[in-house]
């Protein structure tokens, strides 16, 4: 069982930048593929951001230049570095962890979720 806990969401304006972090506890002397996920009030969930246990990245389009997935094996972390945030990008954001080691991008494929962070962008 790996367990995830996410943080460093918040209020901002827009245009300013957040950085969060999920932190990952349990089984992780396996290798595991890590992504973004987020969820606006009303919609369903999407996938924002995929990071491959190697390092390999994938961004929705919508994110594309302005977010970064990365990761520290040692430290069993996980970040997404949030730019040039938009009002639109306001949303709970959801770390999840696969047993699959490269890239993931559908979230049937993720075993293991956090409890989520909010983040509201204000224009």
């Known amino acids: 069982q790996v367990r995830l806990l996410e943080s460093g969401g918040g209020l901002v304006q827009t245009g300013g930048s957040l950085r969060l972090s999920c932190a990952a506890s349990g089984r992780t002397s396996s290798s595991y593929a890590a992504g973004w996920f987020r969820q606006a009030p009303g919609k369903e969930r999407e996938f924002v951001a995929a990071i491959s246990w190697n390092g390999d990245t994938y961004y929705v389009d919508s994110v594309k230049g302005r977010f970064a997935i990365s990761r520290d094996n040692a430290k069993n972390m996980v970040y997404l570095q949030m730019n040039s945030l938009k009002v639109e990008d306001s949303a709970i954001y959801y770390c999840?962890?696969?047993?699959?080691?490269?890239?993931?991008?559908?979230?049937?494929?993720?075993?293991?979720w956090g409890q989520g962070t909010q983040v509201t962008v204000s224009s």
């Open positions: 999840a962890a696969s047993r699959i080691t490269t890239l993931v991008l559908a979230s049937i494929n993720y075993n293991y």
